[in-house]
């Protein structure tokens, strides 16, 4: 079931999630199996809104854990990248339907962020900033702010020299913007305010590659001119970048495990030879911040460089030989980033 799907249903009956990605178009368990995240400093990942969770394992049995019963465990079987079975049911907290307003400001200059970034970060209830790595600029910042009833909006003209847009604008600036959910501050419902593109249209650039890495916030102005001295080999490559903050969880295999994260996304030109060459140069730069790789996109750090990077990986793996004690669900991906260095920890 895709969050599109789903957040119509739970809306009807005055509900919400407490956040979303990008695009309403991914399924709910493929997106919490991944860690796959929206934006807010006070918003965890979407897998965090996992309570319970119902899965087949390798011998057929139906397991189910929760948060109440399961403690630690339960926090090791959320974000499985697939491994620990199929998963046929989940329970998720939801939080009371509301309304938001979208807008977005033009051109604001890097800097602004060495001392306001939390700030910045903090304009709403979820704000990205999309960048080119061109002359030191956000392109775009959008901002996404509840409505409190009879609170009414105020919505500044400028943002630290960035100009509030007058115009509905895409994230990628010769994309249509038909595809995107509606701004310029009209009041919509949450789930078409919180994803950048609307069900049913086409998202993002389409025919793209992504990557994205995550470093702990108190980094974040620090990693971002480490990726800017990139430029001049990244923008040529790239439809555009997102930074986006996510918050702390106890998630083990979650990129935000224990750390609030700022996210560096790259929405990169369909040429898979370039990109895996500009990956590592990127890898390196991040290097001095510990950078965990989204484990839905593209990234090429060595297989120990990851684990040593998720203290509870030897946990998880132990949680994937209970249920599937032969690797009935691994594939290469798994062999290669979760149990290539099994010997050497266990
Ligand atoms: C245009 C675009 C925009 C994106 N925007 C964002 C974004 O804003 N934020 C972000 O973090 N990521 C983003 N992503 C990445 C995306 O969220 C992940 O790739 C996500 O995993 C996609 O979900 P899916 O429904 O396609 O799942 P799939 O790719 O089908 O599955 C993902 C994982 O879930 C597992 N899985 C699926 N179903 C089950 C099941 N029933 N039981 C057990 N395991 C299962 C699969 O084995 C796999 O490991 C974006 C991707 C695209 C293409």
Request: proline letters at 5%; glycine letters at 6%; charged letters at 20%.
């Amino acid at each position: 079931m895709r969050y599109g799907e789903i957040s119509i249903i739970i809306h009807d009956s005055g509900y919400a999630v407490p956040n979303m990605a990008s695009l309403p178009h991914i399924t709910v368990i493929g997106a919490c199996a991944t860690a796959t995240h929206g934006s807010g400093i006070q918003n965890g990942n979407l897998a965090t809104s996992i309570s319970a969770i119902e899965f087949v394992n390798a011998a057929g049995e139906l397991v189910t854990m929760s948060r109440q019963k399961d403690g630690e465990l339960f926090n090791g079987a959320v974000v499985s990248l697939g491994g620990l079975g199929v998963v046929t049911k989940i329970t998720l907290d939801l939080v009371p339907s509301f309304k938001m307003t979208q807008v977005v400001y033009r051109n604001l200059p890097m800097r602004a962020l060495q001392d306001h970034f939390v700030e910045i970060m903090s304009k709403g209830y979820s704000v990205s900033l999309f960048t080119h790595w061109e002359n030191q600029n956000i392109n775009q910042v959008w901002v996404k702010s509840k409505v409190e009833e009879g609170v009414s909006t105020v919505i500044e003209p400028e943002l630290f020299g960035a100009k509030l847009a007058t115009q509905k604008l895409h994230p990628i600036e010769d994309q249509s913007p038909e595809n995107t959910t509606d701004q310029l501050g009209e009041v919509g419902e949450w789930y078409e305010r919180l994803p950048h593109f609307k069900m049913g249209f086409k998202p993002s650039a389409g025919a793209e590659l992504q990557s994205e890495y995550f470093v702990a916030i108190e980094y974040a102005y620090e990693a971002m001119m480490a990726i800017e001295s990139l430029h001049e080999k990244i923008t040529p490559h790239l439809f555009v970048s997102e930074i986006r903050t996510i918050k702390a969880d106890e998630l083990w295999l979650s990129p935000q495990y224990k750390q609030t994260t700022v996210a560096f996304h790259f929405t990169w030109k369909q040429d898979e030879e370039v990109v895996m060459q500009l990956l590592p140069l990127i890898e390196e730069k991040l290097a001095p911040f510990k950078p965990r790789p989204h484990w839905g996109k593209l990234f090429t750090m060595a297989p120990e460089v990851i684990q040593a990077q998720y203290e509870k990986m030897e946990d998880f793996r132990q949680l994937l030989r209970q249920h599937d004690p032969e690797g009935k669900f691994r594939n290469e991906f798994m062999d290669k980033y979760i149990f290539s260095n099994e010997e050497k920890s266990a």
